[in-house]
């Protein structure tokens, strides 16, 4: 191993820099050309040695002479004649080398040629390899062509051959001989680069110019060598001048030559430059073109090309496919609007005279187009000027995009807005439009009028209750229809909630028209409708009003007709009432008891007077009627027949029931804890008949009677006969409950609502308030007496208890005691009192009760009056 070490330590640090000058010098080298290039260099360091030692043995004029020559043939090589319309060039160096070659032989010859190469290596190469090389192979060259002509010359002259001619084509085979050489060894250097040899031609194709002026050159020096021979130096001194001159004139000849060959290069490449701008715009144009045709021919995008006159040029199959044309259909010169619906022309026009006048770059405009096939189609239209080819006059260019499932979405968004979901019918909101446009209309034209009319069912939400909501709609549904089939065509039906609908009429200018209408459409809707499979039968209310009596709004015109629809209902049901100025008022004060009567069921302005309920036997106080009263600050007290539909009208029923039962229980709970006497007290509290159909009734009363502590049997409820009838599938469930739980039920005004009286029986009621007006005639008529016995008797039969109300005289008292009624109240025993006036009977029958314990009932009756 160490023996390795020590063989190879020392060989390395000149290869190591061999390396790096190979590097640096011949990157791109490989090593047959590196070999080369060492070998040739190394030999033209040979020959110049040599040329160089032969030199020193000369006398120094012929050395100075060689300097010289050296010299002149290095500062020629300075000045390199460009050779026109090729990339190479020669000198006149050539002429100085062949002369030293002539005078002093060969070893002159190759110190000048390597001189000369050296120059113009430096000229024309930046590359160390390419400077060092070049005056090794001129030299090299040179010695070889130089040493043969040489001994050519020396063979021919024993034969008498060394004449001037033979020296002149002698020395210019001899300048071929070198120029040949030379080329070979420089270009040998590219071509062992790449491993491939070089044929003559490509060798002459690159070096033909040069070779002819190297060439030339020898001929050039042979004559100046034998004029100089025979006519001296002189010859020299003035031959070179006039060969420099001609020189020079050449070099200025040759760079005029230049200048000019490229000035018309450069106007040349200008005008290609030109010509391939203009073939370049014509290509984009068509590129453009193409790219637009493309883009025309292959878009989503429905497209039309419309002549200015809007005549239709081409379409893309787009819009062929937008507007259902066939490919094959021709469309070519048909006018646009052949292809657009007559409702959007107008505005079609309309922008494009804008864009004509050049007052806008484009428009945009949605319109229904014509559709090959019939159907809707709905297109954004986006039209502008568009100039294919400078020339021509600008076509118009239309996108068109199909919205129609966008239109159709909105026009069903539009709908629903608009449109009851159930009938189909217009909305209130619609309605409110159209009327307020008939309004605009008639004011407009003094005799043209319009009527409304507000048609209400009077037993809608009975049919809801009885048959539940999904028959109720049907029926709504049913309603729309017939009404719908009996007016004229342009009269708008509308549905303006529950069962509520609206219809306007353009009457022209009669009046009388409405009127029919209202009674043809009373007389359709009393007839049966048949809806699964259940005959249900109804009428409707119907109120009306006119345009003529002057109405600005819609919302006036509609409150009147709701008005007459409520006086409708008022004079009896299923008939209609034509509204007037009286009624309005009316309605006003109406409207006005309502928002009071909302204000005191709030701050607690209503009270309760409480109407003794008489044991008749006895005379004693058995308990209390509540009965509501309100005393109205500006029209004083309101008669509860009045308030108490108000309230029913206005949603107030439930607060007021509440109320009464709250206030009733208490003051009982108050009473019955005054006295032993007065535990059994119980109070009677009237049911409105909104509260049957009450979903909570049950839990509202119970509610009460718990927050008095009342026990259940102390409280009864009445319920008139006609709304226990009115509202009997509701009402039933709820009053078992109330019955279920202990409270009493009392059937009020008994005797006025035709109910069976076989059904009374099963009914969970306790008592029977036979009515005021059977009571107050039996003074008169004998068979109302037997009439009000049988009663009484039915009563006891079934097991509820008889209680007469409005017992109004002594008389009547007796009649009722004598037909066995046990039970009674009115004003001759008791006017309904206020609390305080109770509390102090009660007091008076506690102090009597203390003196003198019996009958009780006596002090009672002379209190009360
Ligand atoms: P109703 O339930 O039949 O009440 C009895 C009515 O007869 C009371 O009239 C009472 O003052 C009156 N009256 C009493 N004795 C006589 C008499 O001897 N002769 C005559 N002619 N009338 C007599 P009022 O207080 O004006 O009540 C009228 C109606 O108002 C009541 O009739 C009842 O239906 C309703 N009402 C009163 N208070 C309430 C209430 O708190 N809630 C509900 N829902 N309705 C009430
Ligand atoms: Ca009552
Ligand atoms: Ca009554």
């Not at 020898?218 to 420099?244: D, F, I, T």
């Not at 469309?331 to 804008?354: C, K, T, W, Y």
């Not at 319109?367 to 006059?393: D, K, M, P």
């Amino acid at each position: 191993m160490n023996k390795v070490m020590q063989n190879t330590a020392p060989s390395a640090a000149p290869r190591f820099w061999a390396h790096r000058l190979h590097g640096a010098l011949m990157p791109d080298y490989n090593r047959r050309a590196t070999a080369y290039w060492w070998l040739t260099v190394t030999i033209g360091v040979g020959v110049l040695a040599q040329s160089t030692r032969v030199l020193s043995a000369l006398p120094s004029l012929a050395l100075a002479e060689i300097v010289a020559g050296v010299v002149a043939a290095m500062l020629a090589g300075l000045f390199a004649f460009r050779v026109p319309r090729s990339k190479n060039s020669f000198t006149a160096g050539e002429i100085f080398i062949f002369l030293l070659l002539l005078l002093h032989g060969p070893a002159a010859a190759t110190l000048a040629a390597a001189g000369e190469g050296l120059v113009g290596s430096w000229r024309t190469s930046k590359r160390w390899t390419s400077r060092i090389v070049s005056p090794a192979t001129a030299g090299i060259a040179m010695f070889l062509a130089g040493s043969l002509l040489e001994a050519v010359m020396a063979l021919l002259q024993p034969f008498g051959f060394a004449s001037a001619a033979v020296l002149l084509v002698a020395t210019t085979c001899c300048a071929l001989l070198y120029f040949l050489v030379n080329t070979a060894l420089i270009t040998a250097v590219p071509y062992v680069k790449r491993g491939k040899w070089p044929t003559i031609a490509e060798m002459f194709a690159s070096f033909g110019w040069v070779g002819i002026c190297v060439v030339g050159s020898a001929p050039v020096a042979c004559l100046l060598y034998v004029a100089w021979q025979h006519a001296g130096v002189g010859v020299l001194l003035v031959s070179v001048p006039m060969a420099a001159m001609l020189l020079v004139t050449l070099h200025y000849n040759f760079r005029q030559q230049q200048a000019n060959e490229a000035m018309r290069k450069s106007h040349v490449e200008a005008i290609e430059r030109e010509a391939e701008l203009g073939a370049r715009h014509v290509r984009e144009l068509e590129a453009s073109e193409r790219r637009f045709h493309s883009a025309f021919t292959h878009a989503s995008i429905g497209m039309a090309l419309v002549s200015p006159s809007g005549r239709v040029l081409q379409v893309n199959s787009a819009l062929r496919g937008l507007i259902g044309l066939g490919s094959y259909e021709s469309i070519a010169q048909r006018p646009f609007s052949d292809f657009v619906e007559a409702d959007g022309m107008a505005e079609l026009n309309g922008h494009l005279a804008q864009l004509n006048a050049a007052q806008v770059d484009s428009f945009e405009v949605e319109l229904r187009l014509r559709h090959g096939e019939g159907e809707e189609v709905w297109a954004a239209v986006h039209g502008s000027f568009i100039s294919q080819v400078e020339t021509a006059a600008p076509s118009l260019i239309l996108q068109v995009q199909g919205v129609t499932a966008r239109r159709q979405a909105e026009a069903r968004l539009q709908h629903i807005a608009f449109h009851d979901a159930l009938t189909l019918l217009p909305n209130r909101r619609r309605f409110q439009d159209d009327l307020a446009a008939a309004l605009i209309r008639s004011q407009a034209q003094p005799g043209r009028h319009c009527s409304l009319m507000f048609l209400d069912f009077d037993r809608f939400k009975r049919i809801n209750d009885s048959f539940g909501h999904a028959i109720g709609d049907e029926f709504l549904v049913a309603v729309a229809r017939r009404i719908s089939h009996n007016v004229r065509s342009n009269d708008v039906v509308a549905r303006l909630g529950g069962d509520e609908f609206a219809i306007l009429t353009d009457d022209g200018g009669d009046d009388r028209y409405a009127v029919t209408l209202a009674e043809r459409l009373l007389e359709v809707l009393r007839q049966p409708f048949r809806i699964a499979g259940n005959d249900i039968v109804t009428s409707a209310s119907i109120g009306i009003t006119f345009s003529g009596l002057g109405y600005v709004t819609p919302s006036e015109m509609l409150r009147d007709a709701d008005t007459a629809m409520y006086k409708a209902k008022a004079n009896g049901k299923a008939r209609y009432a034509l509204f007037d100025g009286v009624l309005h008022t009316e309605m006003s004060h109406r409207l006005r008891l309502e928002r009071d009567l909302r204000g005191a069921l709030e701050t607690g302005q209503l009270s309760l007077a409480y109407q003794p309920i008489f044991d008749l036997g006895s005379r004693r106080i058995t308990g209390f009627e509540a009965l509501a009263r309100w005393q109205h600050p500006e029209f004083g007290a309101i008669s509860p027949i009045s308030f108490v539909a108000i309230a029913e009208d206005a949603g107030l029923a439930f607060a007021l029931t509440d109320f009464v039962l709250r206030a009733a229980c208490a003051q009982l709970r108050e009473w019955q804890l005054r006295d032993d006497a007065f535990v059994e007290l119980d109070m009677h509290v009237n049911l409105s008949p909104n509260d049957l159909a009450h979903p909570n009734l049950v839990a509202r009363v119970s509610a009460a009677l718990d927050g008095a502590l009342i026990r259940p049997h102390h409280l009864t409820l009445e319920v008139t006969e006609d709304a226990l009838m009115r509202h009997l599938d509701t009402a039933l469930a709820p009053l078992a409950e109330l019955r279920r739980r202990g409270m009493g039920v009392s059937v009020d005004n008994f005797g006025t609502g035709y109910s069976s009286l076989r059904r009374l029986a099963t009914l969970p009621v306790t008592s029977l308030k036979i009515d005021r007006s059977f009571v107050g005639d039996v003074q008169r008529h004998t068979d109302d007496v037997s009439l009000l016995h049988a009663l009484v008797m039915l009563a006891s039969g079934l097991g509820k208890a008889v209680i007469a109300e409005g017992i109004e005289s002594a008389v009547q008292l007796e009649q009722l005691r004598r037909v066995g009624c046990r039970s009674g109240q009115g004003n001759h025993l008791a006017r309904p009192l206020a609390a305080e006036r109770i509390d102090r009977v009660l007091e008076a029958i506690v102090v009597a009760g203390r003196d003198m314990p019996k009958p009780r009932d006596v002090c009672v009756g002379l209190l009360l009056h």
